[in-house]
Structure formats: structure tokens, C-alpha cells
């Protein structure tokens, strides 16, 4: 016989055991650490677009920096020229013919210079378009990390909890 069978009192029967009711771990919900998980994969695409948007922007400002020294140059070059045809003539060593075809070249310049002004009004149009995507790409990952930082403090709240329940 065995120790078992002994304690039964003989008759070959072992004992019963007495049920322990023990509660079964809850599975741990990771739904919201499975939001998180997206949630910072969208901020990375978002802060991409942003940095993207920021480098689109700078380059367009460079665009236009150059544009409006085109304009400025082309604006001195005219001015300089008429000034030197002018100057010419007034001290006669220019003939009248000589001063038309310059007062022309001057109009012409002048058209050019004209035709760069708007050239650069295009740009400052695509500067501000630029800008304001900027600052719109910005404000979404802004807004993420607000939600981020919300979603993560409300998911170490509810681990808090979960533990003072557990004890």
C-alpha cells in the first residue's frame, strides 16, 4: 500500500483534494500599446514631412535671394548705363543717333529689370506657400507628441492601478 492509500483509511481511495481557488492572471490588454506603437510611427512620418518641409522652404528662400540679387544687379547695371549715356552726351562725345540707340538699350533694361521684379514676386508667392507648409507639418507633429504624451500617461495611469488592484 502506499502513503496515499494509508491516510484513507485503507480503503484504496486517495484523499480528495481540496479546490484552491486561485484567480487566473488577466491577460494584459496591449491595445493600447499597440496605439502607441502607431501613433509613433506616425509621429516619425510626420516629423519627416516636417524636416522635408523645412528643407523645401530654406530652399526656396535661397531661390528667392537670388532672384531679388539678379533684380538688384540687373537694376544697378541699367541705372549705371544710363547714367554713363547721359553723362556722354552731355559732355558731347556722343552723337544723337549714338544717345537713341542707348535711350532704347536703357527701355529695354529697364523692361528686363521689370520682367525680373515679377520673376521675383513668383517666388516670394512659392516662399510663402513653402512657409506655410512648413508651419502646418509642424503643428501636426506638435499636436502628436501632445496626443503621444497623453496616450502614454494615461497607459502608466492604468499600469498604476493595475497593480495596486493586484496586491
Same mark, same amino acid.
Given at each position: 500500500?502506499?502513503?496515499g =492509500? =494509508?491516510?484513507?483509511?485503507g480503503m484504496?481511495?486517495?484523499p ?8 487566473e ?15 509613433? *510611427?506616425?509621429?516619425?512620418?510626420? +516629423? ?6 523645412? =528643407? ?7 531661390q528667392?535671394? !537670388? $532672384?531679388?540679387?539678379?533684380w &538688384?544687379?540687373?537694376?544697378? &547695371?541699367?541705372q549705371? !548705363?544710363?547714367?554713363q549715356?547721359?553723362?556722354?552726351f552731355m559732355?558731347?562725345t556722343?552723337?544723337?543717333g549714338?544717345?537713341?540707340? $542707348? ?7 529697364q523692361a528686363?529689370? $521689370? *520682367? ?12 510663402r506657400q ?5 508651419f502646418?507639418?509642424r503643428?501636426?507633429v ?5 496626443? *503621444? +504624451?497623453?496616450?502614454?500617461v ?5 499600469? $498604476?492601478?493595475e497593480?495596486?488592484m493586484? !496586491?
Open positions: 500500500m502506499t502513503i =492509500q =494509508q491516510s484513507a483509511g484504496g481511495r486517495r480528495r483534494r481540496e479546490v484552491i481557488d486561485v484567480p492572471r488577466k491577460r494584459e490588454d496591449r491595445r493600447l500599446d499597440q496605439l502607441l506603437h502607431v501613433r509613433k *510611427q506616425r509621429l516619425g512620418r510626420l +516629423e519627416r514631412e516636417r524636416n522635408e518641409a523645412r =528643407q523645401a522652404w530654406r530652399a526656396s528662400r535661397n528667392l535671394q !537670388q $532672384a531679388r540679387q539678379l &538688384r544687379d540687373m537694376l544697378a &547695371r541699367t549705371e !548705363q544710363w547714367l549715356s547721359r553723362r556722354e559732355q558731347m556722343l552723337t544723337t549714338q544717345f537713341n540707340r $542707348a535711350k532704347a538699350l536703357y527701355k529695354r533694361m528686363e529689370s $521689370a *520682367q525680373l521684379y515679377l520673376r521675383c514676386q513668383e517666388w516670394v508667392e512659392r516662399c513653402a512657409r506655410a507648409a512648413f502646418e507639418a503643428r501636426k506638435l499636436e502628436a507628441n501632445r496626443q *503621444q +504624451e497623453k496616450l502614454s494615461l497607459r502608466d495611469q492604468m499600469r $498604476a492601478q497593480q495596486i493586484e !496586491q
